[in-house]
T-cell receptor, first 108, second 114 residues
Framework: KNEVEQSPQNLTAQEGEFITINCSYS?????LHWLQQHPGGGIVSLFM???GKKKHGRLIATINIQEKHSSLHITASHPRDSAVYIC??????????FGEGTQLTVNP | NAGVTQTPKFRVLKTGQSMTLLCAQD?????MYWYRQDPGMGLRLIHY???????AKGEVPDGYNVSRLKKQNFLLGLESAAPSQTSVYFC?????????????FGQGTRLTVV
C-alpha cells in the first residue's frame, strides 16, 4: 500500500464547477505539499501546509493532521486548471513521498 | 530568477550508451534531488545530496550515479542505458531537508532508451 493515496485518479469537469481532490497518507508528518504539473511542463509547488487551511486565488488546501487527510479545492474551475495535481509528504529525513497524481481535465 | 534548470530537455539513447543529465540551481540550496516519473507511479527518488560533495541513494538508485562537485550543480549519470530507464527525470532543490521545506522542481528531461 502506498504511503500516499490520492483520489480520484482522473477527474473531468465542466468549466465553472467546484473541484475537490483528496489525499490520504499513512505516516506521521508535520507538513504536506500540493504540486501542479502541466502537460509537457515542470512541477510547481502550490501549497505547503501543516494545519488548517490555505488559500491562493481560486485554490484552497485543507489538512487534518489527526485524520491524515488533505483536500485540494478549485473554485470556478477553468480549462487552464487542467493539469496533474500531486500530493506529497515528508515522513522523515529528506525524502518526499509522492502520490500518483490526479489528472484533472476541465472542459470549456 | 532561473530557479532549477535541467539540461537537456529531451534525449534519445541507444541501449548501452551513456549520458549525463545536468541540474543547476541558483537559489543557494543545500539539498538537491533526482526523481524519475513513470506512468501510474508517483515520483520516485533516485539519488539526493544534502550538500556539496555529498550524495546518497534514494529508492531506485540502481543503474545511476550522481555527483555534487559544486553546490549549485547536481549531475545524474547513466553509464549503460537500458530501456527500463526510459522515463521523465526531474531535478529538485530545497533550502533544507526538513518537513516544512518547500522543494523547487526543474522542467524535466524526457529520456527514451531504444
Amino acid at each position: 500500500k502506498n504511503e500516499v493515496e490520492q483520489s480520484p485518479q482522473n477527474l473531468t469537469a465542466q468549466e465553472g464547477e467546484f473541484i475537490t481532490i483528496n489525499c490520504s497518507y499513512s505516516v506521521g508528518i508535520s507538513a504536506l505539499h500540493w504540486l501542479q504539473q502541466h502537460p509537457g511542463g515542470g512541477i510547481v509547488s502550490l501549497f505547503m501546509l501543516s494545519s488548517g487551511k490555505k488559500k491562493h486565488g481560486r485554490l484552497i488546501a485543507t489538512i487534518n493532521i489527526q485524520e491524515k487527510h488533505s483536500s485540494l479545492h478549485i473554485t470556478a474551475s477553468h480549462p487552464r486548471d487542467s493539469a496533474v495535481y500531486i500530493c506529497a509528504v515528508r515522513p522523515s529525513g529528506s525524502r518526499l513521498t509522492f502520490g500518483e497524481g490526479t489528472q484533472l481535465t476541465v472542459n470549456p | 530568477n532561473a530557479g532549477v534548470t535541467q539540461t537537456p530537455k529531451f534525449r534519445v539513447l541507444k541501449t548501452g550508451q551513456s549520458m549525463t543529465l545536468l541540474c543547476a540551481q541558483d537559489m543557494n540550496h543545500e539539498y538537491m534531488y533526482w526523481y524519475r516519473q513513470d506512468p501510474g507511479m508517483g515520483l520516485r527518488l533516485i539519488h539526493y545530496s544534502v550538500g556539496e560533495g555529498t550524495t546518497a541513494k534514494g529508492e531506485v538508485p540502481d543503474g545511476y550515479n550522481v555527483s555534487r562537485l559544486k553546490k549549485q550543480n547536481f549531475l545524474l549519470g547513466l553509464e549503460s542505458a537500458a530501456p527500463s530507464q526510459t522515463s521523465v527525470y526531474f531535478c529538485a532543490s530545497s533550502y533544507a531537508g526538513g518537513e516544512g521545506t518547500e522543494a523547487f522542481f526543474g522542467q524535466g528531461t524526457r529520456l527514451t532508451v531504444v
